[in-house]
Each structure stands twice: as C-alpha cells, then as structure tokens.
C-alpha cells in the first residue's frame, strides 16, 4: 500500500486495521538533523491537520500534524534514542504512530503520492 499525504508533509498508510503515520522524507530533509522527537501518547486522541507531536532538528522546532483521525494505539519509541532514523528512514524505521481510525476511509481526502511529488516539485 502506497503512502497518501498532507499538503503540510505527513504521510499515512493503512496497515490492516491500523494507519501508520510519519514525515516524508522531502520534509525531513527540509528541517535539517532531527535530533529529538516528541510523540504524542498512546491512547490520545489525534485529528487530522492538528498537531500531535513535535519534530526538534538542529536548525528549528515544527509540529507534526496528524493526517488522520483516531486514537493512537503504538508510538514509535526507537525514535527516542535514534531520532535521526526520521532522516534516513522516514518511511520506514523513521515512523511517529500507529493509529486507530475512528473513520470508515481514513485515507481519504488525502493527497496520492503523485500529486503529493507535484505538489513538492512546484
């Protein structure tokens, strides 16, 4: 399954049951060394286009903004001590969360990957 995303850079794909969230790869090149990650609580409820965690590098401090509504079931807590792993392996290893959504087609509405790459190329 292919990731969709936020116009704001994050990106979520559906996991069975669950939607697994993170940054792209082009946004965690554009802010630099990641060196602390905070993510949000298990359990918390997250909504799309708000904040949910916030990415520290060494040239600023964004927040994060979930691109899906749910409850977060699982935080990703090898970022703890290896938060660069946002900048070599953001969709992979360099994941935020895993979510529950609380809608049917929680993808939708979100950009596809090609539009997402036109988007960034603009």
């Not at 794909?13 to 792209?24: C, K, N, Q």
Request: charged letters at 25%; proline letters at 6%; glycine letters at 10%.
């Amino acid at each position: 399954m292919s990731e969709a995303y936020l116009k704001s850079h994050e990106w979520a794909r559906s996991e069975g049951a669950e939607v697994v969230i993170g940054l792209s790869p082009f946004a965690a090149g554009e802010v630099g060394e990641v060196i602390h990650v905070e993510l949000p609580k298990v359990g918390a409820t997250v909504n799309r286009g708000k904040p949910c965690a916030e990415i520290e590098s060494v040239k600023s401090v964004n927040d994060f903004y979930s691109p899906v509504d749910g409850v977060v079931v699982a935080v990703n807590d090898g970022l703890a001590g290896q938060p660069e792993l946002v900048n070599q392996d953001a969709l992979g290893k360099g994941w935020f969360a895993r979510i529950k959504p609380s809608v049917a087609d929680p993808l939708d509405g979100l950009l596809s990957k090609a539009d997402y790459e036109a988007q960034i190329q603009a």
